[in-house]
């Protein structure tokens, strides 16, 4: 990490080293070419097949072909949204596209014909807002993104902090209350239930339908159905000022400052970066936000409260972090085989957290393999003894 200030990145050398970064969602892959200073200097977006992982991989390849036709690049940097496996080569688990422990590395590789570091999505706009937007100089953050869902990222001493098997920082299937909505996860009562833009719709929708005399603005903008009410509707009656909207915004910011504080209580960042398509609405949403975290984090009057920030490379921060992540990785050492953060015997670290909660997450074969090929590699021998 760079210091804080206007060059977070000193050239090193006389000439601008550029990197494509890449990002994959669920319904677009979306790549660039960006320098040191992470600007972006040529975009490309294409539809995702995401259906089909082969045809997903060529939408990909392709991209990357065109780019790399009128530009110099020393690093390819992938991030697409989901479960990277601690290799991170492997995609366990996509949520909105076909991988189910997909090789992703290798295929993408096989077809660029180019070396490509694979990172989560999430992780990636992290980097990049900590690099170049709303976190610069920090050193501790979290990039909680409320979109569709709620996606997230956590950095510590400046390193992306991913987790023993890879997938750390899924704060949006924490349970919030017990025996609450159902998720897509299969839980119930997960926090983007409560905090993410298919929350504030259906807070809209529902309120509409309950009180259609208090939505005018809202079922007018949705014309004239509660189902037709849309999150940038929402937004624009917000900014209105329309008090049905903006009590939507009160309530699921206030999940999300909640939230933050359950967070804070864990990690204790300095700064959250809140990014996704409801961000958007800024402070609408992070008032209560603010409001929220000020009244629920333990301790309160005798600690700082962490910065609440929005997120400020938009759409972009996949793009630069994922090109900026590659651009690093091939500056340290020569040929990396293996990834350098997560050693599958390394010394002990916070395992049997992590263990606990892979447990309940969706089975993904890497990890359950690898987690019975090794059990004890990092668990503390009291715990190792009762399982
Ligand atoms: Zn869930």
Redesign the pocket.
């Known amino acids: 990490m760079g210091p804080p200030g206007r060059e977070p990145s000193p050239p090193r050398g006389s000439t601008v080293t550029l990197a494509i970064g890449i990002d994959v969602g669920g319904t677009k892959v979306a790549a660039g070419v960006v320098d040191e200073d992470g600007r972006i200097i040529t975009k490309l977006k294409r539809s995702t097949p995401a259906a089909s992982p082969a045809r997903t991989e060529q939408a990909i390849a392709d991209v990357v072909a065109e780019l790399l036709g009128g530009h110099q690049v020393t690093a390819i940097g992938l991030g697409a949204a989901g479960f990277v496996g601690a290799d991170r080569a492997t995609m366990l688990f996509a949520p909105n596209l076909a991988w189910r422990d997909e090789p992703l590395k290798q295929r993408v590789e096989e077809r660029v014909g180019r070396e490509v570091v694979v990172e989560n999505d999430a992780n990636a706009s992290a980097w990049a807002e900590a690099r170049f937007g709303a976190a610069r100089g920090y050193r501790d953050l979290m990039l909680v993104a409320v979109g569709t869902g709620i996606g997230a990222a956590i950095i510590i001493g400046g390193e992306l902090y991913r987790g023993r098997w890879g997938i750390a920082g899924e704060p ?2 924490v349970r919030v209350v017990p025996d609450g909505r159902l ?5 119930r009562g ?1 926090w ?2 409560y905090c993410s833009g298919n929350a504030l719709v259906a807070e809209a929708r529902e309120f509409a339908r309950r009180t259609p005399e208090g939505a005018m603005r809202l079922l007018q903008l949705g014309g004239g159905m509660p189902e037709g009410i849309s999150g940038p509707q929402i937004t624009r009656a917000a900014t209105e000022g329309d008090p049905a909207a903006l009590r939507c915004f009160q309530i699921v910011g206030g999940w999300l400052g909640q939230g933050l504080a359950d967070l804070a209580a864990i990690l204790d960042p300095a700064c959250f970066v809140i990014g996704g398509g409801v961000s958007e609405a800024g402070d609408l949403l992070l008032d209560p936000a603010r409001a929220a975290f000020e009244r629920a984090l333990t301790g309160r009057g005798y600690r700082p409260f962490a910065e609440i920030r929005k997120a400020q490379l938009g759409q972009d921060a996949g793009i630069v972090g994922a090109a900026d992540l590659a651009r690093e990785a091939s500056r340290s050492v020569e040929p990396q085989t293996t990834a350098p953060s997560s050693p599958s015997s390394g010394p002990p670290g916070p395992g049997s957290f992590m263990r606990s909660t892979s447990m309940a997450k969706p089975a993904t074969n890497a990890a359950t393999a690898q987690n019975a090929a090794n059990p004890d590699t990092d668990q503390p021998a009291t715990v190792a003894t009762t399982r």
């Open positions: 949006g299937h998720c897509g996860c299969g839980n997960c983007e239930q």
